[in-house]
């Protein structure tokens, strides 16, 4: 299946990644300095080229930005 790309309300471009049926990853492009965030998908909707501008702002807005994972521990050999 393809990355659908949108523009959030600021002009911000980001495409939306299917990782699997609960989870889909916007990652942000072109310039875009925001952090990569994990959406849980509507239970409607399995493709993000079904649903609209809004419904996707609205699925941004949700998401928290994805962490990155810890590094490795100074204190360890």
Partial sequence: MANRTFADRSGERWEIRTR??????FEPIEG?????????????????????VE????????APPRRKP???????D
């Fill in 32 to 52: 875009n300095p925001g952090p990569a965030r994990l959406a849980s998908p509507p239970g409607y909707e399995t493709d993000p080229y079904e649903l609209s």
């Fill in 55 to 62: 419904e996707l702002q609205r699925l941004l807005d949700a």
């Fill in 20 to 25: 699997s049926r609960s989870e889909w990853e």
């Fill in 70 to 76: 810890p590094g490795k521990s100074p204190f360890l």
